[in-house]
């Protein structure tokens, strides 16, 4: 039994495959991002899943992409805790901008491929082979125009007051926006950035007020003046997008990279299914 898992910070999808490629069956866990998340919440979140710990022992190979591991100490830990639960496994383990690739580009025509979900990030192929120009320092540092991002700048303009009055009531009747709260799940609890990226459905539902707009505007020009246009050839290339923030966004994606002289690709919210694809071509070629 093969596994193949597209992991990012909030949920994980697995997908079984046999020797030859057929699909024998799919499940879900939450986020395994091992740069935020300890080892042993990383086992529980695993070995939860009745499916993964019924058929542990019969896993060959797991390829594992995930957000967290464009960097080598959560990459090896991540593969340390697959270690002890796939016990007779083989690991690939790669960061999440490879399976984005994997699943919206085609061989041989190169592109940008930009991942816009719980987190962002941004990463060149060049038709054949991959190039990370800047490695992902996380939600604290980077993660421009992602779910935890909007997250922020929504919490930072509820308590500026710089959000109007009746949308900051809707705001605070929809969600617990205690200080107490807020920063309990900032500062204490597991996985900030998704706890962050939560409050994104309330721009995207709220994206058509002038401040909300304008919110969404400066994360999208921020990511690409940041991540898209470091690329010479950025213009002459498609730009592919992944991810739930880039799927309920794509409109707004695409007028500003129009105003940037950028010219969208793809737009796919969950890599999962493409990804299979690639896999089951590799195994059958």
């Known amino acids: 039994m093969i596994f193949i898992v ?3 910070s909030t949920k994980t999808d697995w997908i079984a495959l046999d020797e ?17 998340l300890p080892s042993t919440i990383l086992t529980e979140r695993i070995i939860n899943n009745y499916d993964l710990y019924q058929n542990r022992e ?9 957000a967290g ?17 796939f016990t007779n496994s083989k690991f690939s383990v790669l960061e999440d901008t490879y399976a984005a690739v994997y699943a919206t580009t085609q061989p041989n025509e190169p592109a940008i491929v930009c991942i816009m979900g719980t987190g962002s990030n941004c990463t060149y192929f060049d038709g054949k082979a991959i190039e990370q120009r800047i490695p992902s320092l996380g939600y604290v540092l980077m993660d421009e125009a992602s779910g935890n991002f909007y997250g922020k700048q929504l919490i930072r303009a509820y308590y ?5 009055d009746a949308l900051a009531k809707k705001f605070e009747d929809q969600y617990d926006l205690s200080p107490n709260t807020i920063k309990e799940n900032v500062y204490r609890r597991e996985n900030p950035n998704t706890y962050l990226a939560k409050f994104a459905q309330f721009i995207i539902e709220n994206k058509e007020v002038s401040e909300m707009k304008s919110i969404i505007e400066n994360g999208l020009q921020r990511f690409i003046f940041h991540q898209i246009l470091q690329f010479g050839d950025a213009k002459e290339i498609p730009i592919h997008f992944i991810g739930s923030i880039a799927f309920y966004l794509k409109d707004e994606i695409n007028l500003a990279l129009k105003n940037n002289g950028l010219q969208m690709g793809n737009v796919v919210k969950r890599p999962i299914d493409s990804l299979v694809e690639y896999h089951q071509k590799l195994l059958n070629p």
């Open 6 to 8: 597209d992991s990012g």
């Open 20 to 36: 030859t490629g057929n699909v024998l069956f799919s499940t879900q866990t939450l986020g395994l991002n091992p740069q935020v």
């Open 58 to 66: 019969d896993v060959s190979y797991v390829y594992f992409y995930g």
């Open 69 to 85: 591991c464009g960097v080598e100490s959560p990459a090896r830990r991540i593969e340390k805790v697959f270690s002890e639960i």
């Open 160 to 164: 500026f007051k710089t959000m109007p």
